[in-house]
């Protein structure tokens, strides 16, 4: 079974730059997830999408993230403008179903200079 | 109310010792307490995870000890290998969603 797959793996841009980061869960995961990991501590939950719906984006800064699962598959996490405190590494996870284990991709590692 | 506290920060433990790392938490609506396991540029992994409802689990050479009176829980590794080496997180589940604790780097020296 193929694991969760992210691309790209590392990204570097400006402040005030955009950046998408791309997320393909687990085949036959409803429910994916994404968190950031700040250097130093545990990953931080961003949002939750089940199938295509969003479950919680409560710690999802509105103003300038964003994030989308069309067709309820892949998804896709943008940030514009990036500022300096967005560099982390940026994690999506997926689970078959929400109480179920959460698999985790390699992430995204940004840096905002 | 929804934090995980994780100690130590790091811990360097000799081969064949047992590492132990603790965690805390408030909420007591918490449900399920998994350890994730992380070597450098790769994701979390689930190592092992425990309910409220029991007060140990074993799995290989991994334990996990839950003290629900207490509001703690720990990790153990008995006989620690050199491949043991990687970050080590605890988390606990409310409202469907886990919360992190910190993160304890362990390194096994030969």
């Known amino acids: 079974e193929a694991g969760v797959a992210q691309s790209p793996r590392y990204k570097i841009i400006e402040k005030r730059q955009s950046v998408a980061f791309w997320c393909n869960p687990i085949s036959g995961h409803a429910t994916l997830y994404w968190y950031q990991q700040i250097l130093g501590q545990g990953p931080k939950l961003l949002i939750q999408f089940q199938n295509n719906g969003v479950v919680d984006d409560s710690q999802l800064p509105k103003d300038r993230f964003s994030a989308e699962r069309l067709k309820g598959v892949d998804s896709t996490l943008k940030i514009q403008p990036a500022k300096l405190e967005d560099s982390a590494v940026y994690l999506c996870a997926s689970s078959r179903l929400v109480q179920e284990t959460q698999y985790f991709g390699p992430g995204t590692r940004l840096l905002v200079l | ?110």
């Open chain 2, 1 to 110: 109310q929804q934090q995980v506290k994780q100690s130590p920060q790091s811990l360097i433990v000799q081969k064949g010792g047992i590492p132990i790392i603790n965690c805390a938490y408030e909420n007591t609506a918490f449900d399920y307490f998994p350890w994730y396991q992380q070597f450098p540029g790769k994701g979390p992994a689930l190592l092992i995870a425990i309910r409220p409802d029991v007060s140990e689990k074993k799995e290989g050479r991994f334990t996990i000890s839950f003290n629900k009176s207490a509001k703690q829980f720990s990790l153990h590794i008995m006989d620690s290998q050199p491949g043991d080496s990687a970050t080590y997180f605890c988390a606990a589940r409310g409202n469907e969603k886990l919360t992190f604790g910190t993160g304890t780097r362990l390194t096994i020296i030969p």
